[in-house]
């Protein structure tokens, strides 16, 4: 354990922000967390995770919550076009959900109540840790033993401050302000294809479905197409079954300066997003269009799976890399997908999230010392290099392409 606590702030209050603010805190470090979004609760959008490894790991070690969290699926296979099976792989996967593993690390983290899990009592040796909402940094500066940070909250019109920290870890995603304030020309690039994702309720699916996705891994790939299907946990993370979710992540090319690929990512109301597409935002006729897309290409039981969706959203697929995640001789770190946003054909962004929780946590024990940045990015460029093939490969038939997002 450290000799001394310290006072970190954490940018970012998500995943990332808040394994890497658990581990500091049961290292007795007082730990803030400025999260910019204004509402007291982060909107999931209903997605799920591969529950991998690292995450497993971390889990066990900090999150000491007395429920389950995963679904297992001990099957993987891929359909051909008429819905028989291409091939199967006896190989097991764990699945969660994003909001069941959030609403778990808030009650440990700062004891948040929520119907997901009880909230652990605080130990004697952990230190403090506080989360603030609507708190958009602006600025972040060396002062040799310490770094201040300058925010404003995105509630009020003018309300600017300013703290200082003995270390200041950036976990504030894929587009981290941070990053940008520090390295501008870091820019993050459209690949050329966006998911489409949702849900449907397992006790609300016709027989095909649950017989198709019921604890299975599903995939089929076509010509420029990709979809995928796993179970993951339901409201409140119950993995009851009839309760569960079948999950659904369709992946579908977009040329950046297309008439479709702008009217997909304008909403509703008229306004553009530049990486996602909200819950009921997307425009009805786009979803229609979709739905009967859905008919033509897709094997029955995954066509089925998207045309009984009720709340479809779109994430924009993007890469981005830094070329370091150290700064102000080790005073500010980056973590997570703010050092490299993977693509998610290889399910490890969470991982990431976790395995750079896990080696904060060593090096501020002084277990490792150098090395665990290099590590860090050796990881970063292999899992950026990996997604890319994957992703090129499903897409483009291997086809490069680099288009930018503002």
């Given at each position: 354990?450290?000799?001394?606590?310290?006072?970190?702030?954490?940018?970012?209050?998500?995943?990332?922000?808040?394994?890497?603010?658990?581990?500091?805190?049961?290292?007795?470090?007082?730990?803030?967390?400025?999260?910019?979004?204004?509402?007291?609760?982060?909107?999931?959008?209903?997605?799920?995770?591969?529950?991998?490894?690292?995450?497993?790991?971390?889990?066990?070690?900090?999150?000491?919550?007395?429920?389950?969290?995963?679904?297992?699926?001990?099957?993987?296979?891929?359909?051909?076009?008429?819905?028989?099976?291409?091939?199967?792989?006896?190989?097991?996967?764990?699945?969660?959900?994003?909001?069941?593993?959030?609403?778990?690390?808030?009650?440990?983290?700062?004891?948040?109540?929520?119907?997901?899990?009880?909230?652990?009592?605080?130990?004697?040796?952990?230190?403090?840790?506080?989360?603030?909402?609507?708190?958009?940094?602006?600025?972040?500066?060396?002062?040799?033993?310490?770094?201040?940070?300058?925010?404003?909250?995105?509630?009020?019109?003018?309300?600017?401050?300013?703290?200082?920290?003995?270390?200041?870890?950036?976990?504030?995603?894929?587009?981290?302000?941070?990053?940008?304030?520090?390295?501008?020309?870091?820019?993050?690039?459209?690949?050329?294809?966006?998911?489409?994702?949702?849900?449907?309720?397992?006790?609300?699916?016709?027989?095909?479905?649950?017989?198709?996705?019921?604890?299975?891994?599903?995939?089929?790939?076509?010509?420029?197409?990709?979809?995928?299907?796993?179970?993951?946990?339901?409201?409140?993370?119950?993995?009851?079954?009839?309760?569960?979710?079948?999950?659904w992540v369709w992946y579908c090319n977009y040329p950046a300066d297309s008439p479709e690929y702008k009217d997909l990512m304008t909403d509703s109301d008229g306004h553009f997003?530049?990486?996602?597409?909200?819950?009921?935002?997307?425009?009805?006729?786009?979803?229609?269009?979709?739905?009967?897309?859905?008919?033509?290409?897709?094997?029955?039981?995954?066509?089925?799976?998207?045309?009984?969706?009720?709340?479809?959203?779109?994430?924009?697929?993007?890469?981005?890399?830094?070329?370091?995640?150290?700064?102000?001789?080790?005073?500010?770190?980056?973590?997570?997908?703010?050092?490299?946003?993977?693509?998610?054909?290889?399910?490890?962004?969470?991982?990431?999230?976790?395995?750079?929780?896990?080696?904060?946590?060593?090096?501020?024990?002084?277990?490792?010392?150098?090395?665990?940045l290099d590590e860090m990015m050796d990881y970063a460029r292999h899992l950026s290099a990996a997604g890319q093939k994957m992703g090129n490969r499903s897409q483009f038939g291997d086809a490069g392409i680099n288009l930018k997002v503002s």
């Amino acid at each position: 354990m450290a000799t001394q606590p310290k006072n970190i702030i954490i940018i970012g209050g998500s995943l990332a922000g808040l394994m890497t603010g658990l581990t500091l805190k049961h290292l007795g470090h007082t730990i803030r967390i400025y999260e910019r979004s204004p509402t007291t609760l982060l909107h999931s959008q209903g997605a799920g995770i591969v529950f991998g490894p690292e995450a497993q790991s971390f889990f066990s070690q900090h999150v000491h919550v007395s429920r389950s969290l995963s679904i297992s699926s001990k099957l993987r296979q891929t359909l051909n076009r008429d819905g028989s099976i291409l091939n199967r792989d006896e190989r097991e996967q764990k699945m969660v959900s994003w909001d069941l593993l959030y609403f778990c690390l808030r009650a440990c983290f700062d004891g948040l109540k929520s119907s997901y899990c009880e909230t652990p009592e605080r130990k004697e040796e952990e230190g403090k840790g506080k989360y603030f909402y609507a708190r958009k940094v602006t600025g972040v500066k060396d002062l040799g033993e310490q770094v201040e940070v300058e925010f404003e909250d995105v509630d009020a019109d003018d309300l600017f401050g300013s703290e200082k920290a003995d270390l200041v870890i950036a976990a504030d995603g894929p587009s981290s302000s941070v990053r940008k304030l520090l390295l501008p020309e870091v820019v993050r690039t459209y690949a050329g294809y966006v998911a489409w994702r949702g849900t449907v309720v397992e006790s609300e699916a016709s027989k095909l479905l649950k017989t198709t996705f019921v604890d299975h891994f599903t995939f089929f790939h076509g010509p420029g197409i990709q979809i995928l299907s796993y179970l993951i946990p339901g409201e409140n993370g119950s993995l009851e079954p009839g309760k569960r979710l079948i999950n659904w992540v369709w992946y579908c090319n977009y040329p950046a300066d297309s008439p479709e690929y702008k009217d997909l990512m304008t909403d509703s109301d008229g306004h553009f997003h530049h990486t996602t597409m909200p819950v009921g935002k997307i425009q009805d006729q786009l979803w229609t269009q979709q739905k009967e897309h859905a008919k033509d290409v897709l094997p029955a039981a995954f066509s089925e799976l998207v045309c009984a969706t009720k709340m479809p959203f779109v994430q924009a697929i993007t890469d981005v890399i830094s070329p370091q995640a150290s700064f102000f001789n080790k005073k500010l770190l980056l973590v997570g997908d703010a050092v490299a946003g993977f693509r998610p054909h290889t399910a490890a962004s969470t991982s990431q999230a976790a395995y750079h929780a896990l080696l904060v946590e060593q090096m501020m024990k002084g277990e490792i010392s150098n090395e665990m940045l290099d590590e860090m990015m050796d990881y970063a460029r292999h899992l950026s290099a990996a997604g890319q093939k994957m992703g090129n490969r499903s897409q483009f038939g291997d086809a490069g392409i680099n288009l930018k997002v503002s």
